[in-house]
C-alpha cells in the first residue's frame, strides 16, 4: 500500500482505532510514519510519543520498543488461550525479556475474533528470540511449575 492509500485509510479510522492500530506494533516503517502524522494533525501524538511501540493494555508493565540494536519485534508464538499468553508474558519478563501480549485485549473483549485473529501473539524482539524460545519450552515442559512443597508454603499464612 503506498503513502497516499495509508493517509486515505488512517483519516477515515477513529481517534481510538488509530491510536490502537499505531499502538499495536504490527505496522510497517512507512504506515507508523503515516499513521503517526495523523495523529499528530489530530493532537493526539507528540513527538517524544513517535518512538515507543506499544501494547493497548495500559496496565501491561511489558513494553517492547523500537531499539534497532535488539532487532526487530518479532511474533514468537501464537496462543489461543488468554491465561497461557499472560503466564508466559509474565514468565518472559521475569526472565528479563520484553514481551507483549499482541491481540489480547481484543480477544478479551471479543473471545469470538480467536480464531479469526489467529490467537494472541507473543511478542518479543529478535534479539531475544531464541533465549525466549527456550523459556516457552522450559514452561511447556513445566520446569517451572510448583511442587507439593512449595504449594503447602504459599497457602500458608507465615
Known sequence: MDEQA???RFSAMSDDELQRRYRSGDMT???RDVA?????????LGDEDGDAHRDI???DSARVTDDDSLGDVICLVRLHDLMEAQVLCARLEAEGIPAVAGDAELIR?????????????IMVHEAN????RQ??????RGDYAL????????????
Open 6 to 8: 495509508l493517509a486515505a
Open 129 to 132: 528470540a531464541e533465549r525466549a
Open 36 to 44: 503517526g502524522e495523523e495523529l499528530r494533525q489530530r493532537g493526539l
Open 147 to 158: 511442587d507439593e512443597d512449595d504449594e503447602a508454603t504459599l497457602a500458608s499464612p507465615d
Open 135 to 140: 523459556v516457552w519450552e522450559a514452561l511447556k
Open 57 to 59: 493494555d495500559a496496565d
Open 109 to 121: 473483549a471479543n473471545s469470538f475474533l480467536r480464531q479469526a485473529l489467529g490467537g494472541i501473539r
Open 29 to 31: 516503517p512507512l504506515a
